[in-house]
């Protein structure tokens, strides 16, 4: 009984989901300590999201732009922000890894091409010599088909007076 491709994908979103549960919830505690990192890092990614969130729902119900969109409470602002923060942060080693796979294919991709290059270079030389040799070869076998020939009239001149003085 065949059960069907393992779902990787799934596998993958869910081993990310849950890696990215600790990074927010340590930025979370960074940010109920350190009331600087909550305004500069945290509130910033939940209140643009906030915003961006209250617009596209109102414009979706055809209730138009919001003239006033009411600002989030502090609990939400670092819960928001450290959620937002830890997706950003395994998106960000997500597409580290992807640029780095990319770069290292390119990397093997052109020692491959290099690797090609240099046999089709070794390749053009082999055939070049041996271009040479045939060449040089028909030269030589030219050569001894015109001694052959040259001794053949010279011997068909020898027999004819051998032939000729013992008469």
Known sequence: MVVGAFPLGKLGLLAIKHISKPIGNLIKRRARKSPSFKTVVVSPPARLYHVIDVRSRMWMLGLGQPRFIPPLNDAMTIQM??????????????????????????????????????????????????????????????????????????????????DSECN
């Open 81 to 162: 922000g450290g959620d937002i923060l830890g997706e950003m942060i395994i998106f960000i080693i997500g597409a580290s890894l992807v640029i780095a796979e990319f770069s290292r294919q390119s990397r093997n991709d052109k020692i491959k091409h290099e690797k090609h290059k240099v046999h089709r270079e070794k390749l053009e030389e082999r055939i070049a010599e041996l271009t040479n040799k045939v060449s040089q070869q028909a030269k030589e076998i030219s050569q001894l088909k015109s001694m052959v020939v040259g001794r053949r009239v010279n011997n068909f001149d020898y027999s004819d007076r051998r």
